[in-house]
């Protein structure tokens, strides 16, 4: 599944906590669109959380990422990190993101070493979603989950480190131009929320 990449694990780990140690503020759909309509500080947002599994493989360093079933309401057919909004159940965004992947890609919970945080990423379709970080442990064997993933693959970190893989793109959205990140690998065009959610993570991960 992985290929390229050549971030080993134990720098990767030494470098993600270093990044999570940095102060930064959170994100947004908006960001790169300041002339477009405000957000509105009233709206009710839905609690979210979504895992950057760090994969270990070969000496080298890899993100899972999915590729949402076509069938879906939302978002269908996007590249996305495992993840959902939170169930009353759930104590943590830690927990929301697990659980997720669990369900998602079948990632048992306790082969994920969760390091921390990033900031918050609000989206355009009324979602506040937290980004853990954990280093997945020992592999594991991924089954996607027929009735949202339609794909499930991996990314190698030292690809979504270098902001200069990074391009600022647009298209139209409910008749107005907006802007977004966009990241691609290979076959895979990795833009919108996720990519600026892998982005922010790449800022604070430069020197």
């Avoid at 590729?67 to 996007?78: C, T």
């Avoid at 979603?129 to 970190?157: H, K, N």
């Avoid at 895979?188 to 600026?196: E, K, Q, S």
């Avoid at 922010?200 to 020197?207: C, I, K, N, V």
Wanted: proline residues 10%; aromatic residues 6%.
């Amino acid at each position: 599944m992985p290929r390229g990449g050549r971030v080993s694990p134990d720098d990767a780990r030494t470098t993600l906590l270093r990044a999570l140690a940095r102060p930064a503020a959170g994100s947004s759909d908006y960001d790169l669109n300041p002339g477009g309509p405000g957000i509105d500080p009233a709206r009710p947002l839905r609690a979210a959380a979504v895992l950057i599994g760090v994969l270990p493989v070969a000496g080298a360093c890899h993100i899972v990422l999915t590729k949402r079933a076509s069938g879906l309401r939302h978002h269908p057919g996007q590249i996305a990190l495992p993840g959902g909004k939170v169930d009353d159940g759930d104590g943590s965004p830690e927990a929301t993101a697990l659980r997720e992947a669990r369900e998602e890609i079948a990632l048992p919970p306790d082969r994920v070493e969760v390091l921390g945080q990033l900031p918050a990423h609000e989206t355009v379709t009324g979602f506040r979603m937290t980004p853990v970080i954990g280093v997945i442990r020992g592999g594991f064997d991924p089954v996607a989950q027929a009735s949202e993933v339609a794909e499930i693959f991996t990314v190698p970190l030292s690809h979504l480190a270098d902001l200069a893989r990074y391009r600022v793109e647009r298209r139209l959205w409910r008749g107005q131009w907006r802007n977004y990140y966009a990241v691609p690998w290979g076959p895979y065009y990795i833009w919108g929320a996720t990519a600026r959610i892998l982005r922010g993570l790449a800022e604070r991960m430069g020197p």
